[in-house]
């Protein structure tokens, strides 16, 4: 009978912070969080420590905060205490917060660099400042730096252990963040009810709290379908096991474009479109057949 190794108390007390991580992920996404569960388990932990330290960020500046009794002020400090403390687990390899100090095993292991840390952070803090509508400059910083430098952060996930040609990095880079920011407009155009009701926020230029109107809506929606007909063509550039699950999350994701583009320009105001669970069920299948082993696409 072969003995198993003692996990050190460092191996053990990462292995506890990324199992914090994954209960994140599967507690805050359903989409998302079925297409990591088609990742091999190394990168799966990595993207859920992403998303992780993403979520809790999101949960200070978009209402939980809030909800607790922390007023505008106070939350832009937890805030900005913890981007010092991503820093400063990256730069040390540990962080008494779990989270964070899964993200620090990733970031230190894949080469996630300061710049898209920050470039996160600068866009939280966007979320607290009392502007009711951005201009066409600030959604676009914005959106690089709440959606795309995620999607470059993955990507340096996937990309772990797995060289690529400098052209083909530069086509992964640029396929990334524009499926960062798919994710990000179509979450939100289905959330615009909530930010324009709870928050008094819309991110769109164009539009203002509760006014979206038809013209506009097919103009976000054919912005959308630019990104991911991008993501799409980097698709066969990333490692094999990455490959089908970044596939399932576009499918999921333009799924629920395809819906808010046949609905009234007013729904999306007043209630949240979803896709329901036997769609994705058969999305899902679609998906592993299409990108299986067997077909080596």
């Known amino acids: 009978m072969m ?17 914090a991580a994954s ?7 359903t989409s998302f969080g079925l297409a990591t569960r088609l990742l091999p388990p190394p990168t799966r932990a990595g993207i859920c420590n992403v998303y992780a330290l ?13 909800e607790a009794g922390l007023d505008a002020a106070l939350r832009r400090e937890v805030l900005d205490a913890l981007e010092r403390e991503t820093l400063g687990a990256l730069d040390r390899g540990f962080s008494t ?4 100090h899964s993200f620090a095993l990733t970031g230190r292991a894949a080469g996630i660099g300061t710049e898209l840390v920050h470039a ?7 979320d607290l400042e ?5 201009s066409e400059e600030q959604y676009r910083t914005y959106v690089h730096g709440s959606a795309e430098v995620v999607g ?5 996930v996937f990309l772990q252990d797995y060289p690529v040609s400098a052209e083909h990095l530069l086509r992964l880079e640029a396929g990334a963040a524009r499926l960062g920011a798919a994710f990000q407009k179509i979450n939100f155009l289905r959330d615009f009810a909530e930010d324009s009701q709870q928050l008094g926020r819309t991110y769109f230029p164009g539009t203002s709290p509760g006014v979206l109107g038809e013209h506009r809506k097919s103009e976000i929606i054919a912005d959308i379908e630019a990104d991911l007909a991008e993501a799409r063509r980097a698709l066969p550039l990333l490692p094999a096991g990455a490959r089908r699950a970044t596939a399932l999350a576009t499918a999921l994701f333009a799924e629920l474009n395809k819906r808010l583009r046949r609905v009234d320009a007013a729904a999306p105001v007043h209630t949240r479109v979803s896709v329901p669970s036997h769609v994705k069920a058969r999305i899902l299948a679609e998906t592993l057949i299409t990108h299986s082993p067997e077909r080596g696409s």
């Open 97 to 100: 917060n779990l989270v964070v």
């Open 3 to 19: 003995s198993v190794p003692l996990l050190s108390h460092l191996g053990l007390y990462s292995r506890t912070a990324e199992r």
């Open 152 to 156: 470059l952060m993955c990507l340096r």
């Open 54 to 66: 993403v979520r809790i960020a999101d949960e200070i500046v978009d209402g939980t905060a809030e």
């Open 23 to 29: 209960c994140v992920i599967r507690e805050y996404s």
């Open 120 to 126: 996160f952070f600068r866009s939280m803090r966007r």
């Open 130 to 134: 009392p502007v009711v509508q951005l």
